[in-house]
């Protein structure tokens, strides 16, 4: 059966065109964001733009001051601690739902999207992406669209937080969350949410653990 077509407004356009901006850091934490600006470049008139800031800050990657400007919102190392509790919760919260509601053939879905992503493991940026089709499409399947977008727009701040101070310790640990989808992929198959739920635990601290203990080598949560 053919896919469903999306249409998007030239609005939603814009935001996820200034959103991938910000996340791969082409507009740099604290670079002024300038509608008029902005306007030219993208060739679009002021309104997409006002309206895509304003879901930027919504979101948390600009801060909007009336009367001085817009900036994206700086990049704190200290972040990545609510980030990864936000991960945690997120992923149990849909994991056990969908232990319960994913049929064989969602879950043959996930197996194909964990073993396309052993493939991208010389590739950290697409293995970053496939991860969230993933764990999207783990969403869809447990009904849990509220708990997905609060469980994208973590990743999404993981993305860029991991770009800008953790893009070598996470290369590293690319082939350690493989295995960990590996395991996972096998609680989902058993219909084991206690065991799904002690894979996730166990991946994310263990995670968390890593990055700290790299951002303390390098200074950055020393304020």
């Known amino acids: 059966m053919a896919g469903r077509i999306v249409f998007r407004s030239k609005n939603e356009q814009i935001y996820d065109l200034l959103k991938t901006k910000i996340l791969h850091g082409e507009i740099k934490p604290g670079e002024p964001m300038v509608i008029d600006t902005l306007a030219e470049e993208l060739g679009v008139s002021q309104i997409p733009i006002r309206e ?102 973590a990743l999404d701040h993981w993305d860029r937080l991991r770009r800008y101070y953790l893009e070598d310790v996470f290369a590293q640990r690319m082939n350690q969350r493989q295995n960990e989808h590996e395991k996972m992929l096998l609680a989902l198959r058993q219909r084991d949410p206690d065991e799904l739920d002690h894979v996730i635990r166990t991946h994310n601290r263990e995670s968390v653990q890593a990055y700290l203990a790299h951002l303390e080598r390098i200074h950055a949560l020393e304020t």
């Open 52 to 153: 895509a800031l304003r879901q930027l800050e919504a979101t948390g990657f600009v801060h909007i001051e009336p009367y001085v400007g817009t900036r994206t919102t700086e990049i704190q190392a200290s972040s990545i601690r609510e980030i990864f509790a936000l991960l945690e919760t997120t992923e149990i919260v849909s994991g056990r739902e969908a232990c319960k509601l994913m049929t064989d053939a969602d879950i043959d879905e996930v197996e194909r999207m964990i073993q396309a992503m052993a493939n991208m493991l010389d590739d950290p940026d697409a293995w970053s992406e496939q991860n969230k089709a993933l764990h999207q499409y783990i969403c869809q399947k447990a009904n849990m669209d509220i708990v997905g977008k609060v469980l994208m727009l």
